[in-house]
């Protein structure tokens, strides 16, 4: 049974931190391409960060580069990101995302969710 699963969320003053965790499991972890989105009420649901399958390339939005880091650990089945500077904008749901692509075969998975709250 495939999972992703979030945690590390939470109540954060403007200008705090958090580190955020997904645990994977169920499927080979380290052949996916892994991501974070974010959803915000009443608007889309927007890519934050990315991470390459083996750690070789990272890319941020423009809103959170410079505060924002993404991380993996493929011998922990987890990819982690790491946010400052929080901002009440960043006040979001935050969501886990797996990515398999190759020639004829896309797979992907998503999380539950983990929320991210600034507010003082």
């Known amino acids: 049974q495939v999972q992703l699963v979030e945690s590390g969320g939470g109540l954060v003053q403007p200008g705090g931190s958090l580190r955020l965790s997904c645990a994977a499991s169920?499927?080979?972890?380290?052949?996916?391409?892994m991501r974070w989105y974010r959803q915000a009420p009443g608007r889309e649901r927007e890519l934050v960060a990315g991470?390459?399958?083996?750690?070789?390339?990272?890319n941020y939005a423009d809103s959170v580069a410079g505060r924002f880091t993404i991380s993996r650990d493929n011998a922990k089945n987890t990819v982690y990101l790491q946010i400052s500077s929080l901002k009440p904008e960043d006040t979001a749901g935050y969501y886990c995302?797996?990515?398999?692509?190759?020639?004829?075969?896309?797979?992907?998975?998503w999380g539950q969710g983990t929320q991210v709250t600034v507010s003082s």
């Open positions: 995302y797996a990515l398999l692509l190759r020639i004829g075969l896309r797979d992907e998975y």
């Open positions: 169920g499927f080979t972890f380290s052949n996916y391409a």
């Open positions: 991470i390459s399958s083996i750690a070789g390339s990272r």
